[in-house]
């Protein structure tokens, strides 16, 4: 860290997955994502899930109205795949731009995904039609049957559905969301340039110890679930080798303080208001701070076929301490970091 520039500079980053939430969290948070990135894809998992073209458009017009005047940002619209998604409702919403992706949670996998696909094979004629219009597939990758552990879910995942989607849909833009495992790193480095994986900033800074030593801690617990340290390194690895197969998405996923701090604590992190400090501390970390612009501004537009942003950010590098909450709609969020010191901070 000693060594490191005073700042650095580089195009303005996207934000490839994250949960901006609806009515009052919407309002709360939205600019905070803006602040940082000048677009995201943004997840469907409202109640009731967003599932249409026009429910997107609808969503994406809750967010514009939800931003500062003047805000520069880009909603990404993605649709909810349920086991009756209609293949051409979602070509229509490709084609019009009113959709950039189309998700697949698991049914139950995580938050509001009650709705998600039941079997995966169900979901054959929507792949193929998006295969065919080069629509970009997101997944949840996670099994969710109760006699698999928690902890292995994402490598069962790989093994039963994503290594069949792969090899079923050849030409398949295929995303592997916030990659928790060595296992998930392997996959994606193996497979074809049309798999890429997005990585949050909490799988890089923690592993499973952080939920679990010293008593429960809620606001360390997302899913998929931060695993053991060997996980932890490989991620930190890909993160930060270079690979344009890997690229920013930060899965933040606002909750009310007291809906993580409760007897069945929400899953999700809220780490969007010092994202990309999180990163680039692990990248000054591990000595590879050459390769953050491609990480977090390069790779996910030539994954997605979109132009780089032309403008720039720059971080500089200054200890400041992260807010132990941020006020949203009446109640209060804990930030990712609340109370530590981070060593770099967006410059305004």
Not at 153 to 161: L, P, Q
Not at 218 to 244: D, F, I, M, N, W
Not at 296 to 317: D, K, W
Request: charged share 20%.
């Amino acid at each position: 860290m000693s060594d490191a520039p005073d700042s650095i500079t580089i195009r303005r980053p996207d934000d490839w997955h994250v949960h901006l939430r609806d009515g009052a969290m919407l309002q709360a948070v939205a600019q905070i994502t803006a602040r940082q990135f000048a677009r995201a894809i943004v997840m469907p998992n409202l109640t009731p899930p967003v599932t249409t073209a026009a429910m997107a458009e609808e969503y994406r017009e809750r967010i514009l109205s939800a931003l500062d005047f003047g805000t520069h940002f880009t909603p990404l619209m993605t649709a909810y795949l349920t086991d009756s998604t209609d293949p051409d409702d979602l070509a229509a919403g490709h084609a019009s731009g009113a959709l950039t992706a189309a998700k697949l949670y698991p049914a139950n996998a995580t938050t509001n995904s009650a709705h998600g696909v039941t079997d995966v094979a169900k979901l054959a004629p929507v792949l193929e039609r998006m295969q065919d219009i080069g629509m970009v597939l997101c997944v949840h990758g996670e099994v969710t049957d109760a006699e698999i552990d928690i902890f292995d879910r994402e490598a069962v995942f790989i093994d039963r559905h994503l290594s069949r989607i792969v090899k079923d849909f050849p030409e398949l833009k295929v995303v592997f969301e916030h990659v928790t495992t060595e296992d998930a790193v392997q996959f994606v480095e193996s497979a074809g340039e049309n798999v890429g994986a997005t990585i949050t900033p909490q799988h890089l800074h923690i592993n499973r110890n952080a939920m679990l030593v010293g008593g429960i801690r809620p606001h360390a617990y997302c899913l998929p679930v931060a695993k053991r340290e060997q996980h932890r390194l490989a991620l930190r690895k890909a993160a930060t080798s270079g690979s344009a197969k890997f690229f920013l998405g930060t899965d933040s996923a606002p909750h009310a303080r007291e809906a993580k701090e409760s007897a069945c604590g929400c899953a999700g992190i809220f780490n969007a208001p010092f994202a990309l400090e999180s990163y680039l501390q692990v990248f000054a970390e591990e000595d590879a701070l050459e390769q953050f612009e491609g990480f977090a501004s390069l790779h996910g537009p030539a994954f997605y076929g979109l132009p780089v942003n032309e403008g720039t950010i720059t971080l500089e590098q200054v200890d400041h301490r992260v807010p132990d909450t941020f006020e949203a709609g009446g109640t209060e969020l804990v930030p990712f970091h609340a109370g530590e010191t981070l060593h770099w901070r967006l410059a305004e």
